[in-house]
């Protein structure tokens, strides 16, 4: 059930954001702003190592946060990755075939 709702995820936010499947799956906790739905890209996974602001819909920031929500990730463990395996293991690059 897990793996569904995260692939779900995954695809809402590369279709609503345009993310880079390697900046997507090292997104951390404390790179989304539910509040003002939008997600900080830090320089450091970014593919042009610059940092930026991208906006997402109502509809993603409230998926998200179901996500956070069903693994249990609050805005106080700011460095846990969103992304996960069915094992509950960092979701790599590597992992994603399409």
């Given at each position: 059930m897990?793996?569904?709702r995260r692939d779900y995820i995954i695809m809402v936010l590369m279709i609503d954001t345009g993310l880079r499947v390697s900046e997507m799956t090292s997104l951390?906790?404390?790179?989304?702003d539910l509040h003002y739905?939008?997600?900080n890209i830090r320089a450091?996974?970014?593919k042009?190592?610059?940092a930026r602001i991208v906006p997402i819909s109502r509809t993603t920031a409230?998926?998200?946060?179901?996500l956070f929500d069903y693994i249990?990730?609050?805005?106080?463990?700011p460095e846990e990755f969103?992304?996960?395996?069915q094992y509950a293991e960092r979701y790599l690059f590597s992992h994603l075939v399409f």
């Open positions: 897990y793996t569904g951390i906790r404390g790179d989304f739905r939008q997600i450091e996974i970014s042009s190592k610059r409230n998926l998200l946060q179901d249990d990730v609050t805005e106080d463990e969103v992304f996960l395996t």
